[in-house]
């Protein structure tokens, strides 16, 4: 089992920044992919950005592209996002994710989740 505990969530005005933390604990040995996700109010959970837990590629949603990154550190089991210019429509519940699969861009490919951190961005 993996458990995966974000933070780093809050308020913050339009064109501001954040940086959400997941950290990992269990077997973290058994995840190659590492992802965020975010769920709007009455809106599906979407895919936001992955990295690959060896080759640290990664890949990003075009909505956020060029405005977030996504990192790992391995030695602390921890994988961030950095959110820059942030827009209202980037207001949601952000969700970490572990994958045991080599390459995992869809939820269902997805086999541990954390309890979600809410970001709110006002205008």
């Known amino acids: 089992q993996v458990q995966l505990v974000e933070s780093g969530g809050g308020l913050v005005q339009a064109g501001g920044s954040l940086r959400l933390s997941c950290a990992a604990s269990?077997?973290?040995?058994?995840?190659?992919?590492m992802g965020w996700f975010r769920q709007a109010p009455g809106k599906e959970r979407t895919f936001v950005a992955r990295?690959?837990?060896?080759?640290?590629?990664?890949y990003y949603a075009d909505s956020v592209k060029g405005r977030f990154t996504i990192s790992r550190d391995n030695a602390k089991n921890t994988v961030y996002l950095q959110m820059n210019s942030l827009k209202p429509e980037d207001t949601a519940v952000y969700y970490c994710?572990?994958?045991?699969?080599?390459?995992?861009?869809?939820?269902?490919?997805?086999?541990?989740w954390g309890q979600g951190t809410q970001v709110t961005v006002s205008s």
């Open positions: 990295i690959r837990r060896s080759s640290n590629t990664t």
């Open positions: 269990g077997r973290t040995d058994r995840t190659y992919v």
């Open positions: 994710a572990a994958s045991s699969r080599v390459v995992a861009n869809i939820k269902r490919e997805y086999d541990y």
